[in-house]
C-alpha cells in the first residue's frame, strides 16, 4: 500500500526549499563548488529522518553531504532537521539511487553512506538490494580510487550476502563487524539504529574501499549470487 503523505508535505517541504536541489543532474561534476570552502563530496544513499545524515555533516564541516531520499514524507522530517539545526552543508534530494550516473561525476564522491537499506528478502528480488552487483558498479564509477561505502544493516543474512557481492566486483574490505556496539555505541547512530540498539540487536558494519580503477566483471544474471531470508 503506497504511503499516504503527511499532513501539509508540500508547504513543509517549500520551507525548506534552500537546503533541496531540484536539478541535480545540472550539478554532475560541480557538487564540490556548490557550498562554499568544501573539499570533498559524500553521499547517503536514503536518508530516513535524516539524524545521521546532519550528525555527519557537523563532524565532517569539510565535505558536503548529498542525501538522497525517495520517500518524500521521510526526507520532510531529514529537511527539517537540517534547517533547524542550521547544517550549511547537507543538501536533499527527491530521487531514486539507481540515478546516480545522472548525478555524479566519475569519481565525483569520495564516501558513500548505505544504512539499513530494504533487504529485498526474496532471491526473485535480489536485484534490488542496494548491495546487489549493479548497484555497487554504479558505486564504483563514482568513487575515486581509494574512496569507500561505509555499508550497516541489522539483517546478519543480508549482510553476509553482501560481503560476497563487495568482494566478487573487487571492493577491499575493512572494518568488518558483526556486532558494531558491543562494547558501546559507536559513531553516529540513525534513527533505527539507535532503537535496534535499544533492543539488543546487534549491528553489522563494513567498510568496502575501492583501490583500483577498474572493478571486476559483473555477473551474469542467472548466475547472480542470491540468498534469501530464513524463515521466522
Not at 574490505?173 to 556496539?181: C, G, I
Request: hydrophobic fraction near 40%; aromatic fraction near 8%.
Amino acid at each position: 500500500m503506497r504511503m499516504r503523505n503527511k499532513k501539509n508535505l508540500i508547504p513543509r517541504m517549500e520551507r525548506c526549499a534552500a537546503v533541496q536541489v531540484f536539478d541535480p543532474a545540472a550539478l554532475r561534476g560541480r557538487w564540490a563548488g556548490l557550498v562554499p570552502g568544501r573539499t570533498e563530496v559524500r553521499a547517503e544513499m536514503g536518508c530516513g529522518k535524516g539524524q545521521f545524515t546532519v550528525g555527519v555533516a557537523e563532524e565532517n564541516p569539510q565535505a558536503l553531504i548529498v542525501a538522497l531520499e525517495k520517500v518524500p514524507n521521510a526526507m520532510v522530517t531529514a529537511m527539517e532537521r537540517a534547517v533547524a539545526q542550521q547544517a550549511e552543508n547537507v543538501r536533499f534530494i527527491d530521487t531514486d539511487v539507481k540515478n546516480l550516473p545522472d548525478i555524479f561525476a566519475p569519481g565525483e564522491v569520495s564516501v558513500i553512506y548505505i544504512n539499513f537499506p530494504d533487504p529485498w528478502p526474496r532471491k526473485k528480488e535480489a536485484k534490488h538490494r542496494l548491495t546487489a552487483p549493479s548497484f555497487l558498479a554504479m558505486y564504483w564509477d563514482i568513487l575515486p580510487v581509494g574512496g569507500r561505502i561505509e555499508y550497516k544493516t541489522d539483517q546478519p543474512w543480508l549482510f553476509d550476502w553482501s560481503l560476497e557481492q563487495f568482494a566478487a566486483l573487487g571492493y577491499e574490505l575493512r572494518e568488518v563487524t558483526r556486532d558494531l556496539h558491543a562494547a558501546g555505541p559507536v559513531g553516529i547512530m540513525t534513527n533505527y539504529e539507535a532503537k535496534f540498539h535499544q533492543q539488543g540487536i546487534p549491528i553489522h558494519r563494513c567498510v568496502a574501499v575501492k583501490t583500483r580503477e577498474e572493478h571486476a566483471p559483473l555477473p551474469e544474471p542467472e548466475k547472480r549470487a542470491s540468498a534469501e531470508a530464513p524463515s521466522p
